[in-house]
């Protein structure tokens, strides 16, 4: 369950900050880079800040975590 709430939530903040460069302002293209190096950290690491801040919300890990 884990998995499937990181995937629609980084896919979300993905689209939204493509959204907000091409209406809003060239420098939110920045947020997308904050998440793909994010998503590179963390099949680095193994450790994801949002799959911590999920697990303390009370989603249960039933599958691989951030490390997709």
Request: a positive charge.
């Amino acid at each position: 369950m884990l998995n499937t709430y990181f995937r629609v939530i980084v896919g979300t903040m993905v689209l939204l900050s493509v959204v907000l460069t091409v209406y809003v302002n060239p420098n939110w293209m920045w947020f997308t880079v904050f998440i793909g190096v994010n998503l590179i950290q963390s099949a680095f690491t193994k450790w994801c800040l949002l799959e911590t801040i999920l697990q303390k919300l009370g989603v249960k890990k039933t599958g691989p975590g951030c490390s997709l």
